[in-house]
C-alpha cells in the first residue's frame, strides 16, 4: 500500500530532551516536506526536500533540523525542545515540488507535548 | 511571503443546501491549485485539484480566478459526511502553501 507513515504518532516529553519524528514513505517520491499545525494558524511549512541530500528551510524552520539521506525517510529533529513547540506535526510527500498537479501525500500525523 | 487566504468560518449548513468557499493567493507564480478536505485530527487528504478551465467532481466544482487570485469550491446537495475542513493549497517551485482552513458544519 502507498503511504506515509510517522512515527511515533503520540510523544510526551520535557523541555531540552532531544527528539526526533521519522517519516518514510514508499511510493519513490522526490519531494518530502514537514508541516505544523497549531490552532488558528493552520499548516506551516517547517522544512522540505527536493530530492536526497537537498533540504531548504520553509516558513518556520526555527528550533528544527532534517536530514534526507535517503530518498524513502526525511527525520524531523528537535535537538533541544521547547513547549512552543507543542504542536501537530504532518510529514508529507509528492513526486516532485514543480509547478505540477502532483498530490502530496500526507502521514498520519505525530502530536507531540512538550512539558 | 507567500500566503493564502480562507475565511475559517464555521459555515453551519443545512443537510441538502448548496455551500461555496473561496480562497485567495498571494503568490502570481503559483501555478497549481488544490482543495484538500481534513477531518479532525487527521491527515488532510486531496478532495480535488482545480484547473484553470474549472472541473467538476460529482457534487464538488472547483473554480480558478487566475487575474483576481483567488479560487473557489462549490458543494452541491451537501451531505452530513461532509462535514470537515475544507484546506486550499497553491503551489510553486518550492512547495505547497494551505490556507488555516474553512470549517465546514452539516446539519441535519
Known amino acids: 500500500e502507498a503511504q506515509v507513515t510517522q512515527n511515533p504518532r503520540y510523544l510526551i516529553t520535557v523541555t531540552g530532551k532531544k527528539l526526533t519524528v521519522t517519516c518514510s514513505q514508499n511510493m519513490n517520491h522526490e519531494y518530502m516536506s514537514w508541516y505544523r499545525q497549531d490552532p488558528g494558524l493552520g499548516l506551516r511549512q517547517i522544512y522540505y526536500?527536493?530530492?536526497?541530500?537537498?533540504?531548504d528551510k520553509g516558513d518556520v524552520p526555527e528550533g528544527y533540523k532534517v536530514s534526507r539521506k535517503e530518498k524513502r525517510n526525511f527525520p524531523l529533529i528537535l535537538e533541544s525542545p521547547s513547549p512552543n513547540q507543542t504542536s501537530l506535526y504532518f510529514c508529507?510527500?509528492?513526486?516532485?515540488?514543480?509547478?505540477?498537479?502532483?498530490?502530496?501525500?500526507f502521514g498520519p500525523g505525530t502530536r507531540l507535548t512538550v512539558l | 511571503r507567500k500566503e493564502v487566504e480562507q475565511d475559517p468560518g464555521p459555515f453551519n449548513v443545512p443537510e441538502g443546501a448548496t455551500v461555496a468557499f473561496n480562497c485567495t493567493y498571494s503568490n502570481s507564480a503559483s501555478q497549481s491549485f488544490f482543495w484538500y478536505r481534513q477531518d479532525c485530527r487527521k491527515e488532510p487528504k486531496l478532495l480535488m485539484s482545480?484547473?484553470?478551465s474549472g472541473n467538476e467532481d460529482g457534487r464538488f466544482t472547483a473554480q480558478l480566478n487566475r487575474a483576481s487570485q483567488y479560487i473557489s469550491l462549490l458543494i452541491r446537495d451537501s451531505k452530513l459526511s461532509d462535514s470537515a475542513t475544507y484546506l486550499c493549497g497553491a503551489r510553486d517551485a518550492d512547495g505547497l502553501t494551505f490556507g488555516k482552513g474553512t470549517h465546514l458544519i452539516i446539519q441535519p
Open positions: 508529507a510527500s509528492s513526486w516532485d515540488s514543480t509547478s505540477s498537479y502532483n498530490e502530496q501525500f
Open positions: 482545480v484547473y484553470s
Open positions: 526536500s527536493m530530492n536526497v541530500e537537498v533540504t
